[in-house]
């Protein structure tokens, strides 16, 4: 989480089109340059920098693959688990990032993410998964998998992180439409529940009604005993958008 900076993001890419003979639709080259800093003192905080490619098969495939190298300025000591943190210093480490996604004019589809290599003064394999179907025109199930891994070798520490997620989408008609999801995450022993139910009579126009609840999946980890369900809000919103 970032706060109280101001950022500087380029890029340089040339694309072109392959041809009939060739199974791309397209591709490009890119450079890329993102740099955070800090208001209260003007010093970088985070930054990014490196080459990648990106192409769309004739078929609708999609992918990227992107080689950074980073710079971390790390002025307080944060956590990833009670036994996982990363120490305040200053790191420069190369990464990799990688995406596919298959053809969203299938019913069903997929989105695999994955980015790994250096990580502070560790290494990192961090992997998604999100599969998509399109049961009907009106109904939408999705899902999510993602697996963090991070290893400290040099002060003897890991982390394993899972997320999953389930979605179902529906849509009454092109003004009434409902979602819903449950989402598990081990990094805090939680399930997170969410509903909402969204109607749009007409443009700039909504009304929302949203339901979020936690649960907690481990109860003793703490001092005093954290109760079973963490939190719970029932939210009603309206908007309107008045014309000039």
Known sequence: MREDYYMYRGHLQYGWLPGEESKLYSHRIQFS???????EDGRLESARIGPGWNFQTKGMMQGSISLGYN??????????????????GKYY????????????????????????????????VSVSLIPVWNISSSFELS??????????????????????????????STKLTASAFIQYNSGIDAIISNF???YNPREG?????????????????????????????????????FNL
């Open 33 to 39: 340059a993102m740099n955070f800093y800090r208001v």
């Open 196 to 198: 909402r139910f969204r």
């Open 143 to 172: 899902g999510m998998y993602q697996m963090n891994r991070l290893k400290f070798t040099n002060r003897d520490q890991s982390y394993l992180g899972h997320i999953g997620r389930v979605k179902i989408l529906y849509m009454f």
């Open 93 to 124: 480490f190369w990464s990799l990032r990688g995406f596919f996604m298959t053809p969203m004019t299938f019913p069903l589809y997929s989105v695999i993410e994955l980015d790994a290599g250096q990580f502070y003064d560790g290494n990192r």
């Open 205 to 241: 126009n909504d009304f929302y009604l949203v339901y979020n609840e936690g649960t907690n999946t481990v109860l003793d980890n703490e001092i005093p005993v954290k109760p079973r369900t963490s939190d719970r809000t029932i939210l009603l919103k309206y908007t309107y958008t």
């Open 71 to 88: 710079i971390e300025d790390v002025f307080e000591e944060f956590d990833f688990s009670d036994d996982t943190n990363v120490p305040v």
